[in-house]
């Protein structure tokens, strides 16, 4: 697979600055989210390299699972909270509640930014909008095939018994670069390749 901007990339830092007060939780729900945070983040959270950074407060910071806390943490990116297990719909049912108390001592419900890939399910924003927490999305990257491989990666998929799958992007670079198919002819050169799916790849 290969990585793109999102058609919000350009609103990440400014959506920071102008609102950094009204978040509670910026979410990130993969190690390729963290990465295109990071450089946001530090414009706007690390004192130490910008002249225009806010210290006054940090919304908290939610991951999906281990492996993307691990790359937060890496990148100097603290993380606040990991469900108990590595889903979506695990997170937004028990990320905390908090509630915001604005500068007229109102309370208003807790609100969370959602750096995403375009092509991220609506599982989790649709999950904490049911608890009473404001989502604001962020297509801020997006997962799409490789356009095509070295002649190395050609020969390791050429002797390859058993692919393993981690998203549909993934699966149309397989076809892409394998001249596979996803048709019923008889020109897939992969017929013998077995296929382990993660979720409902």
Request: with cysteine; hydrophobic share 30%.
């Amino acid at each position: 697979i290969a990585h793109a901007d999102g058609e919000d990339l350009e609103q990440l830092q400014p959506t920071l600055l102008e609102h950094n007060d009204e978040f509670d939780y910026v979410i990130v729900t993969s190690p390729e989210a963290a990465k295109v945070l990071r450089s946001a983040w530090n414009n706007v959270y690390n004192t130490t390299t910008t002249s225009t950074a806010t210290s006054t407060r940090r919304p908290r910071v939610a991951v999906v699972g281990k492996a993307t806390q691990q790359t937060c943490q890496s990148l100097g990116i603290p993380v606040d909270f990991c469900p108990s297990r590595a889903l979506a719909s695990v997170l937004a049912e028990e990320l905390p509640q908090t509630t915001t108390t604005t500068s007229n001592q109102q309370h208003s419900p807790p609100r969370v930014l959602y750096p995403c890939s375009t092509k991220a399910a609506t599982t989790l924003q649709e999950g904490l909008s049911k608890r009473g927490f404001r989502v604001t999305r962020l297509n801020t990257y997006d997962t799409v095939a490789a356009s095509c491989w070295t002649p190395q990666q050609e020969q390791l998929a050429a002797a390859t018994n058993i692919v393993c799958f981690a998203s549909p992007s993934a699966v149309q670079g397989w076809c892409q670069n394998t001249n596979s198919t996803t048709t019923t002819n008889n020109n897939n050169t992969n017929t013998a390749v077995l296929a382990v799916c993660i979720g409902e790849t």
